[in-house]
């Protein structure tokens, strides 16, 4: 799936304050953790901080924290917030100038219904769940090597 380059720090950045609760998290860390500039980092916290994902405090010690519930928040959520037209419904079928092509709008439409779906049923604190287990069987593996 092509997401969009905002679409895809959102994810990340929001996923990283949300694995690191109750923590004031700089732009400036984040940016550089993720190769992004800091202005383009910050359009994309504004518009999570309006959705009511991230927090955002200024000044000395300030940064950007996660407010959301990790547990309810899906990577649907966080697309639909920046990819305006991917979430607009194909044309329709009845539109179709052949039946070819009225086929392959409807399995196109029934590809995006089954992307949306999943994205919906993939909540970030699955991800961060996943990723512990993923870093906790990498350690395991490292100790049995460094044991062998």
């Known amino acids: ?7 895809r720090y959102s994810i990340l950045a929001t996923l990283h304050m949300a694995s690191r609760p109750n923590e004031q998290i700089p732009a400036s860390e984040l940016a550089e953790i993720y190769g992004v500039s800091q202005h383009h980092l910050a359009k994309v916290l504004r518009t999570l901080s309006r959705a009511r994902i991230v927090e955002s405090t200024r000044g000395a010690g300030g940064g950007c924290s996660f407010i959301g519930d990790a547990r309810k928040i899906t990577l649907y959520d966080i697309i639909r917030l920046f990819e305006d037209d991917w979430l607009t419904p194909p044309n329709s079928v009845e539109e179709a100038p052949t039946d070819v ?3 392959l709008l409807r399995v196109l439409g ?3 219904r089954i992307t ?3 994205l919906q049923s993939v909540t970030l604190q699955t991800i ?3 990723a512990e287990r993923a ?11 460094g044991e062998s």
């Open 110 to 112: 029934e590809v995006d």
């Open 135 to 145: 870093a906790r069987r990498r350690r395991q593996n490292q100790t049995s090597l």
């Open 116 to 118: 949306a779906a999943t």
């Open 101 to 103: 092509s009225a086929e």
């Open 128 to 130: 961060i769940n996943n």
């Open 1 to 7: 799936m092509k997401l969009q380059q905002a679409t």
